[in-house]
């Protein structure tokens, strides 16, 4: 069988591997920055609190993927919960740390000078120190969301989404006919998913960033 002949058969299905592996990275990310950008922002004054933000964050991302996923199964069992849920997790400490570097590199004059035009704590945060930190906060959110589409792939084992579903499919099979394409395609998919997300934030970063910060 040749690889164009494998495409006209099992293509539809690697298409549909491939939306659901950029589907669950972005949503792990969304999540992740969601609760990471509010544990920054919470702790970032607190420098006690921030430190032991970023070495739980730290400590998450130290658990191999494979016993996060295999503790999980007990917990919310198989599917798109087990690696959703580990993903969010492993996105925490870029996104913490970056969100705590960025709002406390923020020059205290600029922060003076909001006071002084009467801006309190709250419109100080909101208008001025997470605008000038936001390329910063970006930066962790790409690195996240860039270490998740690897890590995705991993989701296989406890039967998640995406094209970890071709790379071991390929790999169990390994002497049938179809096995060695079924695995460099999810592995070359994966790739590919990676290239587009780390082009979307960049994009991202400069449609969103001030002028001035660039």
């Given at each position: 069988m040749?690889?164009?002949e494998?495409?006209s058969?099992?293509?539809?299905?690697?298409?549909?591997q491939?939306g659901?592996?950029i589907?669950v990275?972005?949503?792990?990310?969304l999540?992740g920055?969601v609760?990471?950008?509010?544990?920054g922002?919470?702790?970032?004054?607190?420098?006690r609190?921030s430190?032991?933000a970023?070495?739980?964050?730290g400590?998450?991302?130290t658990?191999?993927?494979?016993?996060?996923?295999?503790?999980?199964?007990?917990?919310?069992?198989?599917?798109?919960p087990?690696?959703?849920?580990a993903?969010t997790?492993?996105s925490?400490?870029?996104?913490?740390?970056n969100?705590i570097?960025?709002l406390?590199g923020v020059d205290?004059s600029?922060?003076?000078a909001?006071s002084?035009m009467g801006?309190?704590?709250?419109?100080?945060l909101?208008?001025v120190e997470?605008?000038?930190?936001?390329?910063?906060i970006?930066?962790?959110i790409?690195v996240?969301?860039l270490?998740?589409?690897?890590t995705a792939?991993?989701?296989?084992?406890?039967?998640g989404?995406g094209l970890g579903?071709a790379?071991y499919d390929?790999?169990n099979?390994i002497?049938s006919?179809?096995?060695?394409?079924?695995?460099v395609s999810g592995?070359?998919?994966?790739?590919i998913?990676?290239l587009?997300?780390n082009?979307t934030f960049?994009?991202?970063?400069k449609?969103?960033?001030?002028?001035g910060l660039s």
């Open positions: 040749s690889y164009s494998y495409w058969y099992f293509g539809s299905g690697l298409i549909q491939f659901e592996h589907v990275v972005l949503l792990a990310t999540l920055s609760l990471g950008v509010g544990v922002v919470f702790a970032h004054k607190r420098p609190l430190a032991v970023i070495k739980a964050s400590v998450l991302l658990i191999p993927s494979l016993a996060l996923y295999v503790l999980l199964i007990s917990v919310i069992g198989l599917g798109w087990p690696v959703l849920v993903l997790l492993y925490l400490l870029p996104i913490v740390q969100t570097v960025g406390n205290s600029v922060v003076e909001a002084a801006m309190n704590s709250r419109q100080s909101v208008k997470f605008p000038m930190a936001w390329p910063i970006l930066t962790g790409r996240a969301a270490l998740l589409v690897s792939a991993i989701g296989a084992i406890v039967r989404p579903r790379i390929g790999l099979t002497g006919p179809t096995a060695l394409y079924q695995a592995i070359v998919g994966v790739a998913v990676g587009i997300l082009l960049i994009f991202l970063g449609l969103t960033t001030s002028r």
